[in-house]
């Protein structure tokens, strides 16, 4: 380094460079470029749809570089398939599953002292599994992950790291969007998250942002394979039933029977043995419009190569 | 010329017994051979010695001049890995090693002296120094590398076998007998260094005969008429000739520590406190041969009698005694043996640790080693199958799940940028589903679900439902699934993922 300019540019694109982005405009934006390495910061909703799926985003975004991340996944709802689709690469990402809270900071520290760059803890949901941990051991993970430039994600339904991260990102709210209108048959598009900056020790809080998140038609082969138009909605004779009551009073073959009816020639077995392209044909597809895939107030259906397992 | 390098560990058995319980260095010690009233002293500790213990000395009589002797019995499993923690020691100079027991091991160092020569000032170059001091260089670390490994051994080089151990048996160790001189080295030594047990010595000193060299001096041809081939055995080996090649032996496949329990142990802390130090032997053997654990077998000896064993595979090849000593720690919780231990026994399978080449310009690889022992101890903390990489598995069936060996790839060599998420909405999994009762209202030929009724957040009316979707899996199985698959956003907030399976309906996810 020979003048000043040189150091500014150079502290500048190191600094660029010590930040993993999201690759999800909304959170990026709130947090100034990303995660950033050997800072912890919190993602807090309770009611609001999405969390896991920024969790997934940031998997993807660090195993695409390369980088081994961790998921310390306290209540087991990690789908290898849905990840696999959302671009994460299994190879790199090591699945933790455990018990307690308790547990998941032990083992968060543990994979961060080994040197994994991106790790994230997701409490799961309310209630959380076991005690909380103590604010202590938040402060001790916080020092773990700066001391070796980790970047630190904790997803929970409400804060628990206290003073120890960098940022509080919360989710507000969410709102679905279904497509279909009147009594047309309803399909999931989109869930949009709404994201505010509830803390961060360098960037004035308050800055609010909403982040689209798409319902995936591959993330379930049922939807390529099944998707049936429910029948009119001419209601003739109304029954109301509980399942309780259909699985203790009637036998199997009536609870059968009492199941909606379905057109045959729009559903399809879903069987190994037969030919994969019948999972390709979508059948709510002759029934939609194609359009744009960022124009997120219309049906987004972009052609991908749809997963054949499911 | 052949230079034969003999480790040798003085009072074997009281060096293996103080190699297990190292807290007895300190404590006047004897090893003892023989029951009852046939019990008698064959090694004890410098303390011991000093007030008098002898080896031969009865117990009894032992115990009547020093009453606080600590007396222990000779232990064959604690000189078992005693010799074979020695052969690895000597291994780690030369492939070629003979055991020949009892605290004995030749090497072949033939050329090795070259590594041990001085370097220049800058550290760079080793100079053309003279062989002794080389061989001196190489005595002192190979004494320092079996100090390492607990055993005080004692090490003699010289060109053949013979010569070396008499070396070796000198007290002042290392002891280098320069090529050629083997029989001037001998020569002033009594004859008993020739051979302890040397059954003519009673007739050789009638002779007047008191050195090896005396002996040497002798007309080979007369000592052969007078003594048979045993006098021509004789004459050669105070010349120092040996005829003797060295027979090497291949290294043990695994590595073994244990021993004999003074009184029986019924609870599991004392026992780990012990097997933590035989652990810790164990893992200082494995890191000298470049090895790692990857299988580790528990035998325990029961009172009054019968075996235990148990063998833990360790998720990956590792050397922390902490991790091993954890997993021990939970199977023997899960499965305690029934009896009290009398003796232990561990054997660790050794595999190569995991090694990669870290990268200059492109993100940081992970150490493999400190890798294997972190998955092993998240192992012992969570249990099996709760650490790996989660993989994805072909089927229909929205659950389905499995994890394998965690083995990343090499990270790629120069940065590369992230690439854009597509930003799909994930679901949260249920393991398992969570059963829910559903109000249904059907018209005809048609279900629409207006409330689900669950536990926590799963409760409340319906505002819009999705389905449903057949999913029909494994028909051909004893376990075939058909269910209806709907989504559903209740009033009180949230998309969850439903599905009925014959009568019974069932929360499988939530979109989150």
Not at chain 1, 98 to 120: C, D, H, L, N, Y
Not at chain 2, 178 to 188: D, H, I
Request: aromatic fraction near 6%; include cysteine; charge should be positive.
């Amino acid at each position: 380094v020979r003048s000043g300019a040189e150091l500014i540019r150079h502290i500048s694109n190191h600094e660029r460079t010590d930040i993993i982005p999201t690759t999800l405009d909304a959170l990026d934006t709130l947090l100034g470029g990303g995660l950033q390495r050997g800072k912890l910061v919190e993602l807090v909703s309770r009611r609001a749809a999405g969390r896991f799926s920024v969790v997934l985003s940031a998997l993807a975004a660090a195993t695409s570089i390369g980088e081994a991340a961790a998921l310390i996944d306290l209540g087991d709802h990690f789908d290898p398939q849905l990840a696999e689709a959302n671009g994460v690469d299994l190879r790199r990402l090591l699945w933790v599953r455990p018990r307690t809270v308790k547990e998941a900071v032990m083992s968060a520290e543990m994979i961060t002292a080994t040197g994994f760059q991106m790790v994230i803890v997701d409490v799961g949901l309310h209630p959380l599994r076991g005690r909380r941990a103590p604010d202590a051991a938040w402060v001790r993970l916080a020092r773990t992950a700066e001391a070796h430039g980790t970047a630190m994600l904790v997803s929970a339904p409400y804060p628990l790291t206290g003073t120890a991260c960098e940022a509080v990102v919360k989710g507000t709210f969410s709102t679905p969007r279904w497509l279909g209108r009147g009594q047309s048959p309803r399909l999931l598009q989109a869930i949009d998250l709404h994201l505010s900056l509830e803390k961060h020790r360098h960037m004035r809080p308050g800055a609010t942002a909403v982040q689209p998140l798409l319902a995936w038609e591959g993330v379930d082969a049922r939807r390529q394979t099944s998707v049936v138009v429910p029948a009119s909605a001419q209601p003739r004779s109304v029954v109301e039933s509980t399942s309780r009551r259909v699985a203790e009073g009637a036998s199997p073959t009536e609870a059968h029977q009492s199941l909606p009816a379905v057109n045959p020639s729009k559903t399809r077995r879903l069987d190994d043995s037969k030919t994969p392209q019948a999972t390709h044909q979508p059948l709510a597809a002759s029934r939609s419009t194609t359009r744009r895939p960022d124009d997120f107030n219309t049906l987004t259906r972009t052609p991908r190569p749809i997963n054949t397992r499911g | 010329m052949t230079r034969i390098a003999c480790f040798f560990v003085p009072m074997f058995p009281l060096a293996a017994r103080l190699r297990s319980e190292p807290a007895l260095l300190q404590e006047a010690v004897a090893i003892v051979e023989g029951n009852g009233a046939n019990a008698h002293v064959i090694a004890a500790t410098r303390r011991a010695r000093t007030k008098g213990i002898r080896p031969g000395l009865s117990l009894a009589q032992a115990r009547s001049i020093l009453p606080k002797l600590i007396a222990r019995a000779r232990d064959a499993e604690c000189e078992r890995t005693a010799q074979e923690a020695l052969f690895e020691v000597a291994e780690t100079f030369s492939p070629r090693v003979e055991d020949a027991g009892e605290g004995v091991v030749y090497v072949d160092v033939t050329g090795m002296e070259r590594h041990y020569r001085e370097r220049t000032s800058d550290n760079r170059q080793p100079t053309t120094g003279n062989t002794f001091q080389s061989e001196l260089r190489m005595a002192r670390a190979a004494m320092q590398s079996a100090e390492g490994v607990g055993l005080p051994a004692r090490v003699g080089i010289a060109a053949s076998k013979l010569a070396a151990r008499v070396a070796a048996e000198l007290p002042k160790a290392p002891t280098i007998v320069e090529a050629g001189k083997e029989s001037e080295f001998l020569a002033p030594l009594p004859l008993t260094r020739l051979s302890p047990q040397l059954d003519a010595a009673s007739t050789l000193t009638r002779w007047g005969i008191a050195s090896i060299g005396d002996l040497a001096g002798l007309p080979e041809s007369e000592v052969a008429s007078r003594l048979g081939e045993l006098g021509r055995e004789l004459h050669y080996a105070a010349r120092g000739i040996d005829p003797r090649p060295l027979i090497p032996k291949p290294m043990p496949p695994e590595f073994r520590e244990g021993t004999d329990l003074e009184w029986p142990l019924v609870a599991l802390e004392p026992f780990l406190f012990i097997a933590s130090a035989a652990l810790d032997r164990l893992s200082k053997r494995m890191e000298m041969q470049g090895f790692a654990c990857t299988r580790l077998e528990l035998t325990l000896g029961l009172e009054p009698d019968g075996f235990y064993s148990r063998a833990i595979d360790l998720p990956a090849p590792t050397r922390d005694v902490k991790t091993m000593l954890t997993l021990l720690r939970l199977d023997l919780e899960k499965t305690p043996p029934g009896a009290p231990v009398v003796s232990f026994a561990l054997v660790a399978h050794p595999d190569r640790p995991r090694r990669t080449q870290l990268s200059l310009f492109g993100p940081a690889a992970l150490s493999p080693e400190k890798l294997a022992t972190t998955i092993a101890r998240l192992v012992s903390l969570l249990g099996d199958g709760r650490v790996g990489m989660a993989m994805a598995v072909d089927g229909h069936l929205p659950e389905r799940h499995a994890i394998g060996a965690y083995a990343p790839p090499p990270p790629p060599v120069t940065r590369r940028k992230p690439e854009k998420s597509h930003g799909i909405l994930g679901v949260r999994v249920f393991r398992p589903a969570l059963a829910v009762e559903v109000i249904t209202r059907e018209t005809e030929g048609d279900t629409q679900i207006t409330a689900v009724h669950g536990e926590g957040d799963v409760c409340g009316n319906v505002r819009v439902a999705s389905g449903p979707w057949k999913v029909e899996a494994g028909w051909w199985s004893d376990a075939p699934a058909a269910r209806e698959y709907w989504d559903v956003e209740l009033d009180r907030g949230g998309v969850y993922r439903l599905y009925q399976s014959g009568a019974d309906w069932f929360v499988d996810a939530r979109y989150d």
